[in-house]
Structure formats: structure tokens, C-alpha cells
């Protein structure tokens, strides 16, 4: 009996674990047993036969012409090759007198005609799987016309079934957003950043870290920002962008060289933020073993060097001042739902007064046509009234539109300071460099230090959160300025509220600070009282964040400029070279 090769084949591994391959083999099997062949070794292949290059028919291929064998048996046409060129290989073997079967196909690979009907079937297997890709990139582009990604979702997003839009993960689409507001930074490269991004937990789908080449590919990625390139194609996805074009577009300018950043050796958390309080100069961070010191490098100045941890320790006891407590949290919360409650009713009674003013001037605008129609008036004066009054309708629309802006826009910032300040001492401690910063940058409008004296100057409102208690307590001896700043000058104990003005001697630093003021227990017949004095805190908050707002509409300031749009890589406008003396010469290494 002749010896010959059994060959099966399926397209998928899920086809593979159906019935496909064990039909095709048994197919062969009583094939072989008909014509008295010997089945010697078996090819299982899942693999297409429309691409070139199959690992398992190439070696068999090789096998045929080394003689281990004296033919092949193939289940069918279409299982051998959906392409011609392994359909021209096989002819090949064919023309060198090895045997090729078809258990499927009753064809006489020896005869002409044979031969004619088998390259037949393999054209006609050829033009349909061409067919097939055809109508698979039809589909696959009627999809991206509409929309929707037909693949696999990106890092940050979650697959949602086929045909639906991709959605974004609640974890790893933080983490992708956070990979990209780092390296706009321009303090990482994509080594570090992907060292950073694997401590905070960011994974790729194998829940492995992620690559430098996998996180080039994300901050490459357009479809971040809604938009889907495929081939060279653009489409505008119905997904929801996950990261704001601007910050997009700044990563995009690092990662392509236009935009000239520098990276920091060593980013200290003080770097130009703590100054020198005699000659106003930055002072500059160095590590020492296990301590960071900072330093004035100002020739003949007299300030001497502190400890990092020294000045977090004073910031950390002033944020246990300014932290909400649980109580405070819990009844500000309560609060400012009844103040939304209160301005939406509000808000319904003023849109209702301007939508009858429209009405009236809607009113005036069919008068005036009627009267222009009756040849009352001529053109140009009915030209110049209707545009006065579609003027004044405008500007009505606009306040009913702006109203409701601006109080939205009031109370998101308001509950955002609030949010900020229920674990003000948590979100510092456990931030990244760059969110301590930012946070210092809220709170903080001047860091200095001189003579073993440090002064911090606190912004409003987180000043009057400082001095709470006096509002608390129901004492108004001592007003707390509702605008600019008061600094602090830490005195030898904390937590009996001595804080001084500006023109007060500031004093020695402390060696050690106490821990913040304990949790407030109130007595029941109080809690009204206290209900109260959180109104009045919240009413000041509030007022802050109207005045800001009303500063913003008559373009006194930016909204970029306004208490919580504080960014860690603003410029340091105090930022100044420091003098070069006259007789310095630089000595080389």
C-alpha cells in the first residue's frame, strides 16, 4: 500500500474546535481505505488558505519532494489553496509525478481534462474568498462611516459587542488620561512614563506593564480624541473622546520635536515655588543621603539651608486646618443641594420674566411687519427698527442662556473646592510630584524663607477655611478678610491660632508641629446653631466663586487664571537669572 500525507485545514481555532476537522478527516479516511492508500501523518492546520505562506502545507509541500512520502490526501479543493500561487506549487508536485488526491472531488489529477476541472475550482475558491475580503472591507468601512470602531477596543476603552460604540473604562481610562497630562509635562520619556504608569497600575490587555512601543502607539493614537484613521482614512467616531484636543495636540508636538521642553533631572517638589525671603530668589533643592535641602545660591546671602520635610510638615499641620471634618462635610454637602434646589427655582422664575420679554418684542416684530406690509412705513425705517429689535431679542436669549451657564458654572467650581478640601491631606500625601504641586499652587501664593523664619501665604478662600472657627464660634472680633491673602508665620506651637499679619516680625520656625485640631463633637441642642454658621461659611464660599465669575464675564481675568484652573507647568513670572558677580571666573572641569 502506498504511503501518502492527510491534510485538514480550517480557517479559525474556533473553527478547530468544532466538527470541521474531524468530518474532513473521516472524509479522508474512507478515501484512503477505498483506494488502498496508507495514511502516514497527519497536518492539521488552522490557518486561511487565502494568504501565502502556511507554516504547516509548506512543510509538507517539502516533505512530498524529499520522497517521505508518495502523495497527499487533501479533503477538498478549496482546503488546498484559495490563492494561485499554492495552487501553482501543487501543480508543480503534480507535474514531478507526485500523487495529489481529493477525497471530496472525483477528479483524475493525471488527465488533462482532470487537471482543467481542478484549476477550474481553485480560480473560482480564488475569486470567491476575493469576493469575500471585498464585502468584509464594505462592512468594515459602512461601520467606520458610522461611527463605530470595528475592532478591537483601544487601552482605556471597553468592548461593548460588535456593532456598538466603545465606552470608556472607568480604571484604565483615568490611567491612559493621566499618561497623557504627565508627558505633556515634558519631565518623562517614554521609559520613565512607563515605569510611572506601571506603579500607578496602568496594564495592556495581557495584564502585563505596558511597553515604550505600546505607549508610543496610545499617545499616537487620534482616536483618544474621537477620531479613527484607518489606511490613511479619517472617520469621526460616535465614541467619547477620552482626552481634550489641546492636550492631545501638546503631546503630539513633544513626541514629534516642536515643542522645546526640558526634562528635570531631579523634579523637587519646592522647585521654584520656595524663595528666598531676603533676596527673593529661588532657592535651589539638593540631595543630601537621605534628605533634600534647600538652599539660596545668591553670593553673600545670609540665608541658610532648610529641610524639605520641615516645610511639609508646617504645610501638612496648615491643610489640617483648612480639611474639612466629617460633620462639616456632611452638612456643607446638604447645603449646597438646597442651594441648587433654591437657584433652580430661582432660575425658572427669571427665564420665565425674560421669556415674556421675548414675547413682547416677538410681538413688536409682527406689528412692524404688518405695518411695512400696509406701506405704514417705508423700507428704511422698518430696516432699522427690526434690527434694533432682533438685536434686543438677542441679547435677552443671551441672558437666559448665560444665566443658566454662569450659576452652573459657580456651584461645579464651588462643590469641586469642596470635594477638594474633604481629603485635602490625603490627596497630598498620596499624589504623584506633579499633584502636590498643583495643590501647593491652589492653596499657596508665596512659599519664603530666611533667617530660620518660614512664611507661607495662604489664598483666599482656603484662608478663611483656616479661620473657620471664629465663624464657627460665633466670634466676629477678629474679621477674616473675604479677599487677597494673610500670611502665616508659624509660631513655636501650633493650634492655638496665632497667626500674624504681614507687618507683624515673623517667627522662629518650629521643631516640631502638633498633629490638626481633633474631629468637632457638638451637643445636640447646638447642631442647629453650627446648621447655621455652616450657611454663613458656605454663603462666603459661594460669593468667592460669584465674584470670581463676575471678574471673568467683564474680562478682568482669565477663566484659566481663577482658583482651580491652576497648572503645574505655568510659568514663574518671579522666575529671574540670578546675577553673575563682577569678578567670577568659570573654571573648567
Not at 508646617?314 to 438646597?338: A, D, F, P
Not at 412692524?368 to 427698527?385: F, Q
Not at 443671551?398 to 459657580?410: F, M, P
Request: net charge positive; with cysteine; hydrophobic share 35%.
Amino acid at each position: 500500500m502506498k504511503r501518502v500525507f492527510g491534510y485538514i485545514r480550517v480557517s479559525t481555532v474556533k473553527q478547530g474546535t468544532g466538527v470541521s476537522l474531524q468530518e474532513q478527516k473521516e472524509a479522508i479516511v474512507r478515501y484512503a481505505e477505498k483506494h488502498n492508500l496508507t495514511i502516514m501523518q497527519w497536518f492539521e492546520e488552522l490557518e486561511t488558505a487565502a494568504k501565502q505562506g502556511r507554516p504547516l502545507f509548506t512543510r509538507m509541500m517539502k516533505l512530498l519532494r524529499s520522497g517521505k512520502a508518495v502523495g497527499a490526501i487533501i479533503h477538498k479543493i478549496d482546503r488546498s489553496a484559495r490563492n494561485l500561487k499554492d495552487w501553482a506549487a501543487l501543480g508543480d508536485l503534480i507535474d514531478e509525478g507526485i500523487e495529489v488526491h481529493f477525497a471530496h472531488e472525483s477528479l483524475d489529477m493525471d488527465t488533462r481534462g482532470g487537471r482543467l476541472a481542478a484549476d477550474i475550482q481553485a480560480v473560482i475558491a480564488s475569486d470567491y474568498i476575493r469576493n469575500l475580503r471585498e464585502e468584509a472591507k464594505k462592512g468594515l468601512y459602512g461601520r467606520l462611516k458610522q461611527g463605530i470602531y470595528p475592532f478591537g477596543a483601544p487601552i482605556g476603552y471597553r468592548n461593548n459587542g460588535s456593532g456598538n460604540v466603545k465606552t470608556i473604562d472607568p480604571t484604565s481610562g483615568q490611567l491612559v488620561l493621566k499618561a497623557f497630562e504627565l508627558y505633556a509635562t515634558g519631565k518623562y520619556n517614554l521609559f520613565e512614563l512607563a515605569k510611572e504608569m506601571y506603579e500607578l497600575g496602568l496594564r495592556n490587555t495581557n495584564n502585563k506593564a505596558i511597553s515604550k512601543t505600546t505607549l508610543s502607539k496610545i499617545l499616537n493614537n487620534p482616536f483618544y480624541v474621537g477620531v479613527m484613521i484607518i489606511k490613511g482614512k479619517s472617520f469621526n467616531g460616535k465614541h467619547e473622546p477620552l482626552v481634550p484636543s489641546y492636550l492631545f495636540n501638546q503631546v503630539r508636538s513633544i513626541l514629534q520635536g516642536k515643542t522645546n521642553t526640558k526634562a528635570f533631572k531631579h523634579d523637587f517638589l519646592f522647585r521654584r515655588l520656595l524663595k528666598c525671603g531676603i533676596c527673593n530668589y529661588s532657592m535651589i533643592a539638593e540631595r543630601k543621603k537621605d534628605y533634600i535641602y534647600y538652599r539660596c545660591h545668591t553670593k553673600n546671602c545670609s540665608t541658610k539651608t532648610i529641610r524639605e520635610d520641615r516645610v511639609l510638615e508646617v504645610l501638612k499641620s496648615i491643610m489640617g486646618k483648612v480639611q474639612l471634618e466629617r460633620i462639616e462635610t456632611n452638612i456643607l454637602q446638604e447645603l449646597i443641594e438646597e442651594v441648587k434646589l433654591d437657584w433652580t427655582s430661582k432660575e425658572i422664575k427669571l427665564a420665565e420674566a425674560i421669556q415674556m420679554q421675548e414675547h413682547k418684542i416677538n410681538q413688536k416684530l409682527e406689528r412692524l411687519t404688518d405695518a411695512y406690509i400696509e406701506s405704514v412705513l417705508d423700507k428704511e425705517a422698518y430696516n432699522i427698527r427690526k434690527k434694533q429689535l432682533l438685536i434686543e431679542l438677542k441679547t435677552y436669549q443671551g441672558k437666559n442662556k448665560d444665566l443658566a451657564l454662569r450659576k452652573e458654572s459657580i456651584l461645579r467650581r464651588a462643590s469641586k473646592y469642596l470635594e477638594l478640601l474633604n481629603s485635602l491631606i490625603d490627596s497630598f500625601s498620596s499624589g504623584i510630584i506633579e499633584e502636590k504641586r498643583r495643590i501647593l499652587k491652589i492653596i499657596t501664593s508665596n512659599l519664603s524663607y530666611s533667617e530660620n523664619k518660614l512664611s507661607i501665604t495662604i489664598r483666599s478662600p482656603f484662608l478663611e477655611m483656616a479661620n473657620r472657627s471664629l465663624l464657627v464660634s460665633g466670634g466676629h472680633a477678629r474679621p477674616i478678610p473675604r479677599t487677597g491673602t494673610l500670611e502665616f508665620a508659624i509660631p513655636a506651637t501650633l493650634g492655638d491660632n496665632q497667626h500674624t499679619h504681614k507687618a507683624v516680625k515673623l517667627l522662629p520656625l518650629p521643631r516640631s508641629i502638633p498633629e490638626p485640631h481633633p474631629p468637632l463633637n457638638l451637643p445636640s441642642q447646638e447642631v442647629d446653631a453650627f446648621r447655621e454658621s455652616m450657611r454663613e461659611l458656605l454663603d462666603m464660599i459661594l460669593g468667592f466663586f460669584e465674584e470670581e465669575q463676575r471678574k471673568v464675564d467683564q474680562g478682568l481675568i482669565e477663566l484659566e487664571d481663577t482658583l482651580l484652573h491652576v497648572q503645574e507647568d505655568d510659568p514663574d513670572p518671579e522666575h529671574r537669572p540670578r546675577p553673575v558677580p563682577t569678578n567670577f571666573k568659570r573654571l573648567r572641569a
